[in-house]
């Protein structure tokens, strides 16, 4: 089979006789797109392995790593600064505990946050009255 975009000619090797060449190429594609999307959720999530192993287990996992993934790159898509996915996990992973203005943040990264002086809300549990 021709591939238009890499010029050059993809054989496959099948004992599927009753399908047409194009409808095999179709599927090896699909096939080769759900290995990648499991190799960036090893890759950028540090996943090792599952956790659970059941049916149920594996399916919540595999949705929460697509969720994550859609998000990351929602965000990713949002921000003015170029940034590669992998460094926006690393980033995000640094920085998950830190209260920041994300859309901010994306945007100008490296930039120093702005000097505010936090209002006290919580109250004082003992008052020293001597």
Known sequence: MWNEENQQVIELITNQTSWTA????????????????FREIKQLLHIKSFIGTSENAVMIQVWTALITILL?????????????????????????????????????????????????????????TA
């Open 72 to 128: 990351l790159k929602f965000l990713q898509s949002l921000a003015k600064y170029g940034w590669r996915l992998s460094n926006l996990v690393a980033f995000i992973r640094l920085n998950l505990f830190v209260k920041i203005d994300l859309r901010k943040w994306l945007d100008k990264p490296f930039d120093h946050p702005p000097n505010r002086h936090q209002k006290q809300t919580q109250g004082v549990l003992f008052e020293n």
């Open 22 to 37: 194009n409808t095999i190429s179709e599927l090896y594609k699909s096939r080769w797109q759900v290995e990648i999307f």
